[in-house]
């Protein structure tokens, strides 16, 4: 046992994680050391092809020459420094940035925190206060079936899934799809929460073709704000820089996370409409009283700001399309693979649904040279963009080799 596990099992807790099975005697855990590209290298040298970019983070590839440039650069002015009262050069840019990759004058006001949850945390606080500031009696959440928002108080609550959902929550209404949500009484309704496309942690399950389109008209219809959720789908996974673009839709507020700085640091942004941010402006009763330590982190900032340059000045999109098409072709050959129950693909983002335990699968698949996690038995796959097609071959054949084994 090397230092690092021993460490690990007598002190560490992971998330997600059973820690009896983590810490039995004759589990050897996985120690990650390095990475380039695609790819990443464990202690004893061995590598995997990282096939689910680091839980959905990492965009252009471990060592990103252009990212660690940047991250180095900011490192010679100063780390971080407080968003609370103060501004900085590289927050005040990204903000602008971010509010420019939306149809002009929809989306005007960022807000930054660390994550995830916590970017859907701020939409729903400001929600609630917007509603109370404007006198109205609007004080119901709706979100859907299977949905995943995140771990903190008010985004597990929206959670459609019953595991993260346990302790403490507030109350919201989960429907199936549009038809249970044109019963509800849509003058009470706060906002709805939505993953665009995709969800998530419900198996990479997709929405029929124009939900999202009608949801923003039920929205309209009833008055309602709408929270787009682009934690996930956000920078390229579904095939455009949005998933809110394929419908042609700009939510009222839209989370953005994991792979905002290339998946190199947390930080997160809400992005939001003048409409919203003009109902706060007054008297120190309608400040909204919500902050992290990090936000706007310089570091992190720095980051975004190259990630979004890379994008624009090397075509990513563009080059994704063929990678897309490409990973179409392999899971169609997959899907005819014994062991193999059904296939689903949004852009770049893949869930493979296997007869056998999809965690086994994923065990199993690391002796040929793979890495991901499942959600129950969905394996997923979603590697970074800078994977080159005979990688992507890799990652299939290692799945349905695995399935085989198991």
């Known amino acids: 046992m090397t230092d690092t596990v021993a460490q690990d099992q007598h002190h560490g807790w992971h998330p997600f994680t059973q820690m009896r099975d983590w810490c039995a005697p004759g589990h050897e ?4 050391v390095e990475g380039e590209g695609a ?4 202690d004893h040298g061995r590598e995997y092809l990282d096939g689910n970019s680091s839980i959905w983070t990492n965009l252009h590839g471990h060592r990103h020459p252009r990212l660690d440039a940047a991250l180095r650069r900011q490192l010679d002015r100063v780390a971080h420094t407080s968003f609370l009262g103060f501004t ?3 927050a005040a840019a990204l903000a602008a940035q971010l509010c420019g990759l939306w149809p002009s004058g929809k989306l005007t006001r960022c807000f930054f925190t660390d994550d995830g949850s916590t970017a859907i945390e701020v939409a729903l606080k400001m929600t609630a206060q917007f509603w109370q500031l404007h006198g109205e009696d609007r004080r119901e959440f709706v979100a ?3 949905a995943y928002h995140g771990d903190t108080v008010g985004a597990a609550s929206l959670g459609g899934i019953a595991t993260f959902r346990a302790g403490w929550h507030f109350p919201v209404t989960h429907v199936a799809g549009m038809e ?3 019963k509800l009484d849509g003058k009470r309704v706060a906002a709805v929460c939505i993953e665009p496309l995709i969800q998530g942690a419900a198996g990479m399950r997709l929405w029929p073709a124009g939900m999202l389109a009608a949801l923003r008209e039920w929205c309209d219809a009833h008055g309602a ?11 390229g996974r579904t095939g455009t820089m949005f998933a809110c673009e394929r419908e042609g839709v700009t939510p009222d507020f839209v989370a953005l996370a994991k792979g905002l700085t290339g998946g190199y640091l947390p930080l997160a942004a809400t992005l939001t409409t003048e409409r919203v941010y003009e109902a706060f402006l007054g008297g120190p009763e309608r400040t909204l009283y919500y902050g992290h330590s990090y936000c706007g982190n310089q570091l992190g900032c720095a980051l975004a700001l190259e990630n979004l340059a890379i994008f624009a000045e090397e075509n990513v999109l563009s080059t994704l399309a063929g990678k897309i098409a490409r990973l179409t072709e392999l899971l169609a050959a997959l899907e005819k693979e014994p062991g193999i129950r059904a296939v689903r693909q949004c852009g770049f983002i893949a869930g493979i649904d296997v007869a056998a335990s999809g965690a086994a699968v994923c065990i199993a698949a690391r002796k040929y040279g793979l890495l991901t996690r499942p959600i129950r038995d969905t394996v997923v796959v979603m ?4 994977v080159s097609d005979a ?7 290692a799945i349905a080799r695995a399935v085989r084994d198991v």
Not at 39 to 42: K, N, Q, T
Not at 225 to 235: K, P, Q, Y
Not at 391 to 397: A, W
């Open 29 to 32: 855990p996985l120690v990650l």
């Open 39 to 42: 790819i990443l290298r464990d």
């Open 88 to 90: 900085n050069p590289p």
């Open 144 to 146: 859907f079936g299977g």
């Open 180 to 182: 249970e949500l044109e």
């Open 225 to 235: 704000l709408l929270i787009a959720d682009e934690v996930m789908t956000g920078f």
């Open 383 to 386: 590697p970074p963009y800078c």
């Open 391 to 397: 990688q992507l071959e890799t990652i299939i054949t």
